[in-house]
């Protein structure tokens, strides 16, 4: 039978170890706060949100920042040890030496150390980890969202310039095919060589061909941005470029 010394110390002892469980855990630090969607007023603006939103490199950082602020603060209760120690003790009957009798003994150990700095050490150390790791998360956030944006905004503005090449390719298109219709009255008034065709015809055929190069080169370039970009929301942003293609 445990004593009742022994029952105490137990008692005392599961009581420490609950409220030190209970005080240790602090809150997590607070989630940071992203910058907010802006109103749609154009395409480029709803592109930027897009992309910003949906791109799988910005989701897994935001995740990983996510993770790293709910890592719970280390436990800062009492540092005491408890220690079980278990024995058996025979006794004796004076009256009769032959019996014997072996009965189980144990004891409750609490050790509680007036200061620990090695403990105090550690969870300081553990605190500016957790916090250095979520300062390196955040400025990788905004260092690839940056990156992002201006990748998206480079390849928006190439693809204008595109657009204004083929603009101007159609314009001249216009003006060689007048060229071609009125010198082809000229030559069946039989005011112009019929030789004098063959260039301005030549004109129009490789302006044409032109033409369809852009027209081809400015598709691929939309559909790569759109890929790499915006991930599996790629259509959006696809016919956001479409959008921005056709009002230049």
């Known amino acids: 039978m445990m004593s009742t010394r022994n029952r105490i110390l137990i008692v005392s002892a599961v009581s420490m170890v609950a409220i030190s469980l209970c005080a240790g855990f602090a809150q ?3 989630n940071e706060d992203f910058p907010g969607e802006v109103q749609e007023k154009n395409y480029l603006q709803q592109m930027i949100e897009l992309v910003v939103e949906a791109n799988p490199t910005l989701q897994s950082q935001r995740s990983l920042i996510k ?16 220690g079980l120690k278990t024995g058996a003790a025979i006794e004796s009957d004076d009256r009769l030496e032959w019996e014997r009798k072996v009965e189980p003994t144990g004891s409750l150990e609490l050790t509680i150390p007036l200061y620990s700095s ?27 969202k940056n990156s992002l944006i201006s990748d998206l905004l480079s390849r928006v503005d190439k693809l204008i310039s595109l657009k204004n090449d083929v603009d101007g390719q159609k314009n001249l298109l216009s003006l060689f095919q007048y060229n071609l219709e009125a010198l082809t009255k000229q030559v069946e008034a039989g005011i112009a060589s019929p030789s004098d065709l063959w260039a301005i015809s030549e004109r129009v055929m490789a302006t044409e061909t032109k033409i369809i190069t852009l027209m ?8 790569e941005t759109a890929v790499n970009l915006a991930g599996t929301r790629w259509p959006e942003l696809m016919a956001m470029l479409d959008q921005i293609t056709t009002q230049v």
Not at 67 to 82: A, M, Q, R
Not at 216 to 223: A, F, L, P, Q, T
């Open 28 to 30: 997590s630090p607070g």
């Open 67 to 82: 993770e790293i602020e709910t890592v719970p603060d280390p436990v800062k209760g009492l540092d005491f040890t408890l």
């Open 118 to 144: 090695t403990k105090k050490r550690k969870i300081a150390l553990e605190n500016l980890t957790t916090q250095k790791d979520l300062t390196k998360a955040r400025q990788d956030y905004y260092q690839l």
């Open 216 to 223: 081809s080169r400015i598709d691929i370039n939309k559909r």
